[in-house]
């Protein structure tokens, strides 16, 4: 079955530390999309990152980077030298080619429970 | 800009009293959701709809109804809310399905008593 898993629930952390967001995932199929959203306190969702299965390559996008490693089923998320704005829900979701009773893809997202990061001045 | 919105943002009603929740996006995206939101249980899709007149059910559907009339919008209906449908909903569109990035909604707080 899919599941996300975010073991986390919440980090607390002073600005200018690093911090890593732990994503663990379970799936049976061999073609799927992991992907981090953010949900500041404001409410809304971000969208920060998609990766596919096959491409285990990191990546790195100013103060973010993320590490794909299929060999451990994990997706985790790094900030660098944190800040308060950074302080936020961060969600882990998969995404896979569920059929539907239309014979399409579902287009569900599975989430994880989410992570609240809460950064301190 | 490109969005998607969703109206009202915030609701409190009361128990048994049908309510819809509006959608619309306005990006041309075939495909839309509904989800909710709750504490330590993070986000679930209610509904789904693949296009116009195609909608399916997802992992929590029951006490809902959606619709799909117009490629924009994809309404969410309670008939006969109940306080366990007390949630945060975000409804979202995508371009495609599995691969695409779907962009939420603002997200409706909605409060049954």
């Known amino acids: 079955a899919q599941k996300v898993t975010q073991a986390q629930t919440e980090i607390s952390v002073v600005e200018k530390e690093d911090v890593t967001l732990d994503c663990v995932y379970e799936?049976?199929?061999?073609?799927?999309?992991l992907f981090w959203y953010k949900q500041p306190p404001s409410g809304e969702l971000v969208f920060l990152i998609r990766r596919n299965s096959f491409d285990e390559q990191n990546e790195i996008s100013g103060r973010y980077s993320w590490n794909f490693q299929k060999s451990t089923s994990s997706f985790n998320f790094t900030i660098t030298a944190s800040q308060v704005v950074d302080s936020a829900v961060y969600f882990c979701?998969?995404?896979?080619?569920?059929?539907?009773?239309?014979?399409?893809?579902?287009?569900?997202?599975?989430f994880g429970t989410g992570t609240l990061l809460a950064v301190q001045p | 800009e490109a969005q998607v919105t969703q109206n009202p943002r915030y609701l409190i009603t009361v128990t048994g009293k049908k309510l819809t929740v509006t959608c619309s996006q306005n990006m041309n995206h075939e495909y839309m959701s509904w989800y909710r939101q709750d504490p330590g249980l993070g986000l679930r899709q209610i509904y789904y709809s693949m296009n116009v007149e195609v909608t399916d059910k997802g992992d929590v559907p029951e006490g809902y109804k959606v619709s799909r009339k117009e490629k924009r919008n994809f309404p969410l209906i309670l008939e006969s809310p109940s306080p366990n449908q007390t949630s945060l909903y975000f409804c979202?569109?995508?371009?495609?399905?599995?691969?695409?990035?779907?962009?939420f909604g603002p997200g409706t707080r909605l409060t049954v008593t």
């Open positions: 799936t049976r199929d061999t073609t799927y999309y």
């Open positions: 979701a998969l995404s896979e080619a569920g059929v539907g009773n239309y014979g399409g893809a579902t287009n569900k997202l599975i």
């Open positions: 979202a569109s995508s371009m495609g399905q599995v691969s695409y990035e779907q962009y």
